[in-house]
C-alpha cells in the first residue's frame, strides 16, 4: 500500500499564464507535500495572469514503489468586461467527470458587434477539447450560446514514457455550447451542454464528445471559479452570485 503522507505533489497549468505566447506550458504553480490525511494545499497569486481558460494539473511522480498519478480540472479567470464565463463540472454517465470552462468578451469598438473567447472541456483520461469561441447569441437574459473551433485530444496512456499524456486526435473541430445562469434560483441549477462536431473512428472508440448536457456542479479543485454567467453584452451588467 502506497504512504499518502509526504508526498511532494506539482500543481501546474498548461499555459504560463503571465505570457503572452499561448502554449508554452507546462508552467508549474507550486509543489506542496501531503500530510498525515494525504491532504495539501498551496497559496498562488494570479497577479499578473491573463484572462484565459486554463487546464490546471495535479501530480504525484512514481516513488517508493509507487506509481505515478495525476488529475485535471479546468479553472476560468474572467473579467468585468466578459460578456459571459463559466467553470465547474459535470458528470458523463459511462464515462466520468467532464471539466469545462469557458470565457466570451466582446471585440472592443466593433460594429456590428463581434465577439471572442476560449474554451476548455476535458474528459480525463479520455478526451480533451481547446478552442476559440468566435459566435455569441444571448436568447434570454440567463442564458447563452456561443460557437467555435478548436482541437480534440485523446489520452494515450503510453505516451510519455508510460505516465500517459494527450495526443492530437484531430484539429478544425466545430463546437456549440450552450448554458444558462439560474440566477440563484432554489429550485433550479445552472447548466451547461455541448456539440463537438466529431466521430470516432474504432480505434478511438473511448473518445465521446459528441453531444452530452449536464447540471453543472462545483469544481472539486477551485470552486471559487464554478460559476455560469450570461449578461447583457452592452450593460456590462454584474452577474447574481451561485
Known amino acids: 500500500m502506497c504512504p499518502i503522507a509526504g508526498r511532494t505533489l506539482g500543481l501546474s497549468l498548461d499555459d504560463d499564464p503571465t505570457s503572452a505566447v499561448e502554449g508554452d506550458g507546462p508552467h508549474l504553480l507550486a509543489e506542496p507535500a501531503t500530510g498525515a490525511d494525504g491532504g495539501a494545499s498551496a497559496t498562488v497569486s494570479t497577479v499578473g495572469w491573463a484572462p484565459g481558460v486554463y487546464t490546471l494539473t495535479v501530480s504525484a511522480p512514481a516513488v517508493d514503489g509507487c506509481r505515478a498519478a495525476s488529475d485535471q480540472a479546468v479553472i476560468t479567470l474572467g473579467t468585468s468586461g466578459d460578456v459571459a464565463n463559466g467553470a465547474g463540472w459535470y458528470p458523463l454517465p459511462g464515462s466520468g467527470r467532464v471539466n469545462f470552462g469557458f470565457t466570451v468578451s466582446k471585440v472592443p469598438d466593433s460594429r456590428p458587434a463581434t465577439y471572442r473567447g476560449k474554451v ?123
Open 120 to 242: 476548455m472541456i476535458v474528459n480525463n483520461e479520455k478526451w480533451r477539447f481547446k478552442g476559440e469561441l468566435t459566435k455569441y447569441v444571448k436568447p434570454s437574459t440567463t442564458s447563452g450560446s456561443a460557437d467555435g473551433v478548436g482541437t480534440l485530444y485523446r489520452w494515450d496512456a503510453a505516451a510519455a514514457d508510460g505516465e500517459g499524456d494527450w495526443v492530437l486526435e484531430k484539429s478544425g473541430v466545430t463546437l456549440n455550447i450552450r448554458f444558462s445562469d439560474a440566477a440563484g434560483q432554489r429550485r433550479s441549477s445552472d447548466r451547461f451542454g455541448t456539440r463537438i462536431a466529431y466521430s470516432a473512428e474504432p480505434s478511438a472508440a473511448q473518445l465521446r464528445p459528441g453531444r452530452h448536457t449536464g447540471r453543472q456542479r462545483d469544481s472539486p479543485v477551485a470552486p471559487g471559479n464554478s460559476r455560469l454567467a450570461a449578461r447583457e453584452p452592452h450593460q456590462g451588467s454584474r452577474a447574481a452570485p451561485l
